[in-house]
């Protein structure tokens, strides 16, 4: 098992940014690719973005490109999601995700979860 927490969430103001970081601990070794969902109030969660075992390979949603950057440091077990120019639309609940071996866009793909942290941009 791998237990995931999240941390960097908040409020800010449109164009800012914040820094997202999620921790693992336990079976390390099988955290594989990792990504980044979101979750919006009434909407269903939402892929954000992935990062394979290595680092070497990313993937974002168009709508994040440009603005948001996915990283991880395996030596501390920690994957990071840095947001720039934030938006409202970027409100919701983020949620690390890890363990993926497939498909790593879509949630069912990921075997463990952290518990989420909110982000809230004001207009």
């Known amino acids: 098992q791998v237990q995931l927490v999240e941390s960097g969430g908040g409020l800010v103001q449109a164009g800012g940014s914040l820094r997202l970081s999620c921790t693992g601990s336990?079976?390390?070794?099988?955290?594989?690719?990792m990504g980044w969902f979101r979750q919006a109030p009434g909407k269903e969660r939402e892929f954000v973005a992935t990062?394979?075992?290595?680092?070497?390979?990313?993937i974002y949603v168009d709508s994040v490109k440009g603005r948001f950057t996915i990283s991880r440091d395996n030596a501390k077990n920690t994957m990071f999601l840095q947001m720039n120019s934030l938006t409202p639309e970027d409100s919701a609940v983020y949620y690390c995700?890890?363990?993926?071996?497939?498909?790593?866009?879509?949630?069912?793909?990921?075997?463990?979860w952290g518990q989420g942290t909110q982000v809230t941009v004001s207009s």
């Open positions: 336990g079976r390390t070794d099988t955290m594989y690719t």
């Open positions: 995700a890890a363990g993926s071996l497939r498909s790593p866009t879509i949630p069912r793909a990921y075997q463990y």
């Open positions: 990062i394979s075992r290595t680092g070497g390979g990313t």
